[in-house]
């Protein structure tokens, strides 16, 4: 009899901490997904139109997976830098406390370019996979 309690306790507690850690994952993507919403700022998305319009001094942003343990990366290119530039290019890990932990730097990396001058330009997000191309997203900037 007490093996079968201690087993449904165990079993029961895991369960348990199963949803609560997938919970708190929800609670963290909601937060990153807020982050960027202010009316200045648009999302590039690869999967709708690749052509934008942007007002000088507006921001956009292009977010993708990362997991540099497994080879997961992503960098950027710009056509003319002097019609829109990177300011940042920060990384939020998917668990803040794995993040030291082997094989747990799996993140979220988020381009932020701004537009400089009126102008034509193109952004190129390179994704790789332990050294090899495996995605491109490319977008034509339009500044007015």
């Known amino acids: 009899m007490n093996k079968n309690y201690l087993f449904s306790f165990i079993f029961l ?3 348990t901490l199963g949803c609560s ?17 202010s009316n200045d700022m648009i999302e ?6 690749q052509k934008y319009t942007l007002k000088v001094g507006q921001k956009a942003f292009f977010k993708t997976k990362v997991h ?5 990366g992503a960098e950027h290119e710009i056509e003319d830098t002097s019609i829109i530039q990177l300011v940042s290019d920060d990384i939020e890990f998917d668990s803040k ?12 990396k988020q381009f932020i370019f701004e537009a400089l001058k009126a102008g034509k330009s193109k952004i190129t997000i390179n994704e790789n996979y332990r050294g090899d191309l495996k995605k491109i997203a490319s977008f034509t900037i339009e500044v007015e």
Request: glycine share 10%; no cysteine; hydrophobic share 35%.
């Open 13 to 15: 507690s895991l369960f």
């Open 21 to 37: 850690n997938t919970n708190q994952l929800t609670n963290i993507d909601k937060k990153q997904d807020a982050n960027p919403t």
């Open 44 to 49: 590039l998305n690869a999967l709708t139109s």
């Open 68 to 72: 540099g343990s497994v080879g997961l």
């Open 97 to 108: 406390e794995n993040a030291e932990m082997p094989g747990g730097d799996a993140a979220k």
